[in-house]
């Protein structure tokens, strides 16, 4: 990161409107061939991408408590939106129409195609896609090549000048560029975080005082940059990390410190309560996000001619609030499922209570779904969407999961309940649009100070005699 920041700025990216035409890249080669003409001046850099987890799709997991230092990602985990990328991975999955319903996982991935290889080569690195995080108005597609294999290309990649343009407007990643795919992932506009809308692209304080234009106009980078490509952050529900040494939170020194507030009660309250619990006091609030996903029951769009699970949205989502110390357990692969008290499975559990003195309390999206799950080894199933978005035969793509994912033929699976705790962090409000204190300390308040380990509200204890007080 460092050194890119170098380059962009000693070749005047953020030069004044006399040069407001020039591009950073613009002297530094004529044409672009692809990611052979990045590595001519960039091998150190793409050899650190290489080895990041927005390549690998893997990282270490210390957070993961159940990881045993095992190197954890979403080619290895499954979750319950698209469930696993292996069996998903690219290729034109049409509707009897012949319209194009899905081109794979890989579109989210920032690779021209082939699959992410432990062992770093010449070939690997020139699958790097830098441009589309890097350059301002790339767009790409996918192309079947001679042999029958895919390839994510540049749509200009026969316009050799429309090519050589684009390719040379490089700069630090911009929140459009992150956007593509974050605000994209799990089927939809803002269907899987809930936090993470199209909107931020540009939009005002008043929806998000660190992303707006009027407000600190903050690009993602801003935060989460790190060195060697290593983004820092890492949300609840994100099985590895590429900093774990180096966590990424808003009482940080360098943003807004332990003690924000003014107010001493509110800094008091700082010490169990996480800033977004108060600053964030909806979610999804332009695009609806995916509060249910039931992969049990096929739903069929008529208009666009393709099949998906049932599922429920919500908008405005006021958060569900749960302890959380920074480590969370996962259901993996591989291993049995651990059911809840409700019988449900547990894909994403925050850990700590509040008697942890490394808890918070956080606001989440509680996603619930239904998934396979593998009969005798009680193994959770994931599931070949992409043919499934086709033909609707979910009994098909759950049994050729399950021999791609644990080498079961014709396997025998049923359907459980499923829940996933993922942290909500953006869409900050403004500070007169926080939460005040009867939003929690009222009759029918927010918080539910059962489920958090309380007999009651806290606050009654102060304002109670003790014998009064359970």
Not at 210 to 220: E, V, W
Request: charged share 20%; hydrophobic share 35%; net charge neutral.
């Amino acid at each position: 990161m460092r050194t890119i920041t170098a380059v962009v700025a000693s070749v005047g990216l953020l030069a004044g409107a006399a040069h407001a035409k020039e591009y950073s890249h613009q002297k530094y080669f004529e044409h672009y061939e692809g990611t052979k003409t990045c590595l001519k001046c960039h091998e150190k850099e793409a050899t650190t991408f290489f080895h990041s987890q927005h390549y690998q799709w893997l990282g270490q997991a210390p957070q993961i408590v159940n990881s045993h230092g095992e190197k954890l990602g979403k080619l290895n985990t499954i979750n319950d939106f698209c469930t696993n990328p292996q069996s998903n991975w690219i290729g034109l999955v049409r509707n009897s129409r012949g319209e194009v319903l899905t081109k794979g996982c890989s579109q989210c991935h920032a690779g021209l195609g082939a699959l992410p290889q432990a062992k770093i080569s010449q070939a690997q690195l020139e699958n790097i896609d830098c441009l589309i995080c890097h350059a301002s108005g790339y767009q790409r597609d996918l192309y079947q090549n001679p042999d029958g294999s895919w390839s994510w290309k540049p749509v200009l990649w026969k316009n050799q000048e429309g090519m050589d343009s684009v390719s040379k407007r490089i700069g630090l990643p911009t929140r459009t560029n992150c956007l593509r795919c974050h605000a994209g992932s799990g089927g939809g506009p803002n269907f899987k975080r809930g936090d993470l809308e199209y909107a931020l692209a540009d939009t005002d304080k008043a929806f998000d005082v660190h992303m707006g234009s009027d407000g600190a106009n903050l690009q993602c980078t801003d935060c989460h940059a790190g060195e060697d490509h290593r983004v820092r952050g890492r949300g609840s529900d994100l099985s590895g990390t590429d900093d774990p040494a180096k966590p990424l939170s808003c009482d940080d020194a360098n943003c807004h410190g332990a003690a924000p507030h003014k107010a001493e009660v509110l800094n008091f309250h700082a010490q169990r309560v996480y800033c977004t619990t108060c600053h964030v006091p909806v979610f999804a609030k332009q695009d609806a996000t995916d509060m249910v996903r039931d992969w049990s029951k096929p739903s069929y769009n008529a208009e666009l001619d393709k099949w998906s699970a049932t599922i429920t949205m919500g908008k405005d989502v006021v958060p569900v609030y749960a302890w959380y110390n920074g480590t969370t357990w996962e259901q993996l692969p591989g291993q049995p499922v651990k059911r809840l008290a409700g019988g449900a499975v547990g894909m994403m559990m925050p850990q700590g209570d509040r008697n942890d003195p490394k808890a918070r309390i956080f606001p989440f999206k509680l996603h619930r779904a239904k998934m396979p799950v593998l009969d005798g080894k009680n193994f959770i199933i994931p599931i070949v969407v992409e043919e499934f978005f086709a033909n609707g035969n979910i009994d098909e793509a759950v049994k050729h999961a399950a021999l791609d994912t644990y080498g079961v033929k014709d396997a025998h699976y049923t359907w459980t309940d499923t829940e996933r705790y993922m942290g909500i962090f953006h869409e900050v409000t403004p500070a007169a649009k926080a939460l005040a204190c009867l939003d929690c300390h009222a009759p029918g308040g927010r918080l539910d100070w059962k489920a958090l380990g309380y007999a009651g509200d806290p606050i009654l204890a102060h304002l109670q005699p003790a014998h009064t007080v359970k």
